[in-house]
Structures are given as C-alpha cells and as structure tokens.
C-alpha cells in the first residue's frame, strides 16, 4: 500500500496537484499514530499484569520498625502493647515474629508482647520485597518493687469495720503504668489492744490465716495493728522482695 501511493504521489507530483500529496502524509499520520498508541496499549498491559511486582517493588522502598507504646523496655508478667512503624507497607502483607516472647496481633499495626523471664528478645519484621528480615532487640525487665498495701492503703486511720472486714495483705504501684500481679508471701503483724501486751502473729501468703484473721476481727477503737518484714515476689522474680511497713490506728 505505501509503494502504490508514492507512485501515485511522483506521478500526481509532476501534473502539481497537491491533495493527493496531503492525503498520503495524512495515511502515514495515521499509521505513525498508530503505532505510538499499540506501543502505549502494550505498556499498559504489562503494568495491568504485574501489580504484585509492582506492589514488591514499592515495598522494597520502604522501611519497617517496632516500637514499645508505654516503655523502652519489656516488662515480664505484663502485656507490653507493641507498634508497628510501617510507612508504605500494609498492614495485610506485614509478617511480624518474635524470639523468647509470645507476641499476639491486637489490631491494624498492633500487637501484645508477654514476657516470662529477663534478658533480651527479638521482634522480627518482614514483608515481600524486603531483601531480608528486620531484626530489633529489646530488654525484658521485673517490674520495680511494689507497696504493701491493705485495701489500698499504705497505713494510717482505719474504721474498726473496715478493718474488719480485711482477708488479705495486697501490693500496689505507684507512677507505673503496667498491671503486674505482685504477691505477698508472707508477713508479720502484731495487735496491739489498748492497755494490752502486744500480740504477734507469722502469716504465711498473702491471705490471713486463722489466725490473723482471728486477731483482726477484735479490732476497736483505740487499737493498733503493724504489718511489718513483708515479703512480696514479683513476675520474673528469682527471690523475695522486702518491702513497706504498715500502721493502723483503729477509729
């Protein structure tokens, strides 16, 4: 077809008329616009056919970090909730892991890390396009040592009926932000009645004993209860802890 129509065009060429040599460039426009377009088409369908490489390769870009929401260490005994830093990876594709700890997803980007024992762990993030595993090392710690507490209080003034009606010797924390179980395993306390001999009592748990509980149900007004040589151990703990004292006068 295009040999025919340079033909054409010399032989209409000599007798000077000009449409025809319009409608041939206008024929190889066409064909040239054409092409270019086939070629587009053409790319188009292999971007359409590889979204997952393309996907990969973005991942690839990117980069991807855990991080610890409440501390810069790993408490045991406690859950430690963990952020995954993810920019440009979804959450879908993330394959998150972990050494020495037991790590459960909670949410988009989001897991729980619980820890049974000191040292250091490993959480592991990986994705496709990531040339390998990322690898990030955090501290495992105890919790710091408690209160000893009863019915939330460190000592002082205390009704005769709600002392009463205490069973056991319990821990609390102070500007921390975790809810560790700290327990008592075992205490003195020693009842003071008024214008009596003070009367001691070994108490082995943090649950009264008969005991205890015998000499705590005489209290009155004007008595006076000590709880002292507490022993607490906490998660993680490879021995007792020595903690507070604690007075009540009874009102």
Known sequence: MPDACLLKLRKKYREQKPPIIYTCYMKYSILIIIGLLSLLLMGCDELQDNPDEQLENSIAQSFA??????????????????RINADGVPDSLLLVSALNINL?????????????ETGVVEIIVDAPGFEMPLKYEFGVKTAP????????????????????AQTALGTVFKNFDFDVDCEVVGFEMVYVARRQDPVPVVNVGAQ????TAQLTQQAKPGDIYYFHNVKVRCPGDQSN???N???????
């Open 65 to 82: 970090y855990p991080s610890l929401e409440k501390q810069n260490h790993l408490i045991v005994g406690a859950n430690n909730p963990v």
């Open 104 to 116: 459960s997803k909670t949410g988009a980007y989001t897991y729980n890390a619980t820890a049974t």
């Open 145 to 164: 040592t408690p209160f000893a507490a009863l019915n939330g209080r460190l000592g002082g003034s205390m009704p005769n009926g709600e002392f009463r």
């Open 208 to 211: 009264f004993t008969d005991r």
């Open 241 to 243: 802890r020595s903690v």
């Open 245 to 251: 004292s604690l007075v009540f006068n009874i009102r």
